[in-house]
Every structure is written in structure tokens, then in C-alpha cells.
T-cell receptor, first 114, second 112 residues
């Protein structure tokens, strides 16, 4: 099976703009989770989507949003970008069953906000 | 915010030596997992240990969990240059779904 793919891999935006990142999970996986990784805050959970519904949400402002489509592909959107949004954004997928199931991570999208 | 801390933050060893990384967490957990990340890329799952387990092995990896001390350790035996990476522990509370809380990570460098 193909792994988790994320597009684009690199992105440069300016403050105030918005951005949409895409994640295609492993075929058959129904859960997609998003994480933000920065040098200062480390890896932080953004949200999880399962069967097109947000199932869990981290502690991020409303500028961060996401959605999941019927084919399990997911997008996350960040509006009104701030310099602090510069980060590596990782998505992960699995079957979405009981906790402790292995999550399979994509290579990430590196976002730079100028 | 992060669940806990990892210790040491950085570790440099020679090939063939063992590497031990420690992770502490703050709240009760259901499972603890260890992931590896190479040079700012995606994370790769290494091993999972459940809260009712004390030790687990997988190849050259050995993980221990002490829930009374809220800590875990990852031992990599006979390290190789290819083990050079950052290692993260991640915990979940057993709620429905996948919400992992990561530690700060240990950067391991294995010198050939």
C-alpha cells in the first residue's frame, strides 16, 4: 500500500494570507490526525477526523480548521497566517479503532510564513 | 502543551554502544508509544507499551514503563549510524480516537 502523502511539501506564505494543506491517508484508513511541529513547542495535536467528523480537537485557535472528505482525504486550513504558524505540519492515519493503534505519518508540509 | 519531558535532550554515542532515552509524563495514560523522526521528516512508529505492561522488546529495542513514576525508557542496543534520529515518546489517555501527546524528544547521534 502507498503511504500517507501530503501536499504540498513546502510552502511560503506572507502574514495575513491563508493556506490549505492536503493529506491522503493510507488506503482503507478512516482516521486522519494533524500535528504541528515547531522548535519551541514541539509536536502538538491539532485535530482528528474520522468518517468526515471531527472527533478530537487540540488547543489551537479557530484560525486552524480542517475537514475530511468521503474518501478519507483531509485538508487543513489556516487563515490569517501569523509568523508563529511557521512549522512542519504532519498528518497521520490509521483505522481509527481503539486507542493505541499505530499511527502512520506522512512526510509533512513545511510552511514558512514571512 | 507537551505531556512531559524527555531526557537527555541530546545524546552522542559510538556505533555498537547502547543508547538509553527516558520519558516522563504528567497524567495517567492508557498507552505509551515511541516514534523516530529522521531530519524533520515524518515520524515512524517503533513500539507501543500498554499501561498494564512493564517491559516490551522488539528487535534491538527494549521499552520499560513505570506508571507509579510516570516514566518510560527506550533502550537501543548495539546502535548503528542509521539509528541517528530524534526519538519521541507519545501518550494517549484511552479516549475514543487518536490524540497523542508527545514529549520533547531526544536527538540521538551515533558516530561510525
Amino acid at each position: 500500500k502507498a503511504g500517507v502523502t501530503q501536499t504540498p511539501r513546502y510552502l511560503i506564505k506572507t502574514r495575513g494570507q491563508q493556506v490549505t494543506l492536503s493529506c491522503s491517508p493510507i488506503s482503507g484508513h478512516r482516521s486522519v490526525s494533524w500535528y504541528q511541529q515547531t522548535p519551541g513547542q514541539g509536536l502538538q495535536f491539532l485535530f482528528e477526523y474520522f468518517s468526515e467528523t471531527q472527533r478530537n480537537k487540540g488547543n489551537f485557535p479557530g484560525r486552524f480548521s480542517g475537514r475530511q472528505f468521503s474518501n478519507s482525504r483531509s485538508e487543513m486550513n489556516v487563515s490569517t497566517l501569523e509568523l508563529g504558524d511557521s512549522a512542519l505540519y504532519l498528518c497521520a492515519s490509521n483505522n481509527g479503532g481503539a486507542s493505541g493503534e499505530t499511527q502512520y505519518f506522512g512526510p509533512g508540509t513545511r510552511l514558512l510564513v514571512l | 502543551s507537551q505531556q512531559g519531558e524527555e531526557d537527555p535532550q541530546a545524546l552522542s554515542i559510538q556505533e555498537g554502544e547502547n543508547a538509553t532515552m527516558n520519558c516522563s509524563y504528567k497524567t495517567s495514560i492508557n498507552n505509551l508509544q515511541w516514534y523516530r523522526q529522521n531530519s524533520g521528516r515524518g515520524l515512524v512508529h517503533l513500539i507501543l507499551i500498554r499501561s498494564n505492561e512493564r517491559e516490551k522488546h522488539s528487535g534491538r529495542l527494549r521499552v520499560t514503563l513505570d506508571t507509579s513514576k510516570k516514566s518510560s525508557s527506550l533502550l537501543i542496543t548495539a546502535s548503528r549510524a542509521a539509528d541517528t534520529a530524534s526519538y519521541f515518546c507519545a501518550t494517549d489517555k484511552g479516549n475514543a480516537g487518536n490524540m497523542l501527546t508527545f514529549g520533547g524528544g531526544t536527538r540521538l547521534m551515533v558516530k561510525p
